[in-house]
């Protein structure tokens, strides 16, 4: 996991926080990223907003303008970031998985079928005065996701904990 943890951070060094001695543990008084962070089975790293102040923070403070975008659509839930290398597409396992944690972290959370919807983190944007995690889609995709439980609980297991 430490491996997956640098990579974040040669991927986007702004978005992972200083560890503390120990890799893995954080110090007790540094509060927690706005973002959970988990691995995919090919070492990919996804990010998933704490709250709607947290959707904010990793949208528009964390994620960089190439990076994908996904949210549940048309329910209240997290934003989910998909860090990518500039020009490059993101390759169809990591899309779902990304998708599952979107879904699961929604009040779609348990549906069978869930409608995702993905973007470059370019064309969303927030409204002046929009409530905290409110957000604006241009050139938006949806992918209509079927919920594979194995994945998902696969999925769910790779968080990657930084402490108590």
Known sequence: ????????????????????????LRRRDEPLPPHRTFTTRANDLVFVGRGAAHNDALTFQIARPHHLWLHARGVPGAHVIVPLAKNRSCPADLLIDAAHLAAHFSDARGEPV????TAPRKWVRKPRGAAKGAVVIER?????????????????????QLGK
Request: charged letters at 35%; zero cysteines.
């Open 1 to 24: 996991i430490t491996a997956a943890v640098e990579r974040a951070r040669l991927a986007s060094p702004r978005d992972m926080p200083r560890l503390a001695t120990t890799p893995g």
């Open 114 to 117: 869930v409608e995702v919807t």
């Open 140 to 160: 938006e995709k949806v992918v209509t996701l079927r919920l594979e439980p194995e994945r998902l609980q696969d999925l769910l297991t790779r968080e990657v």
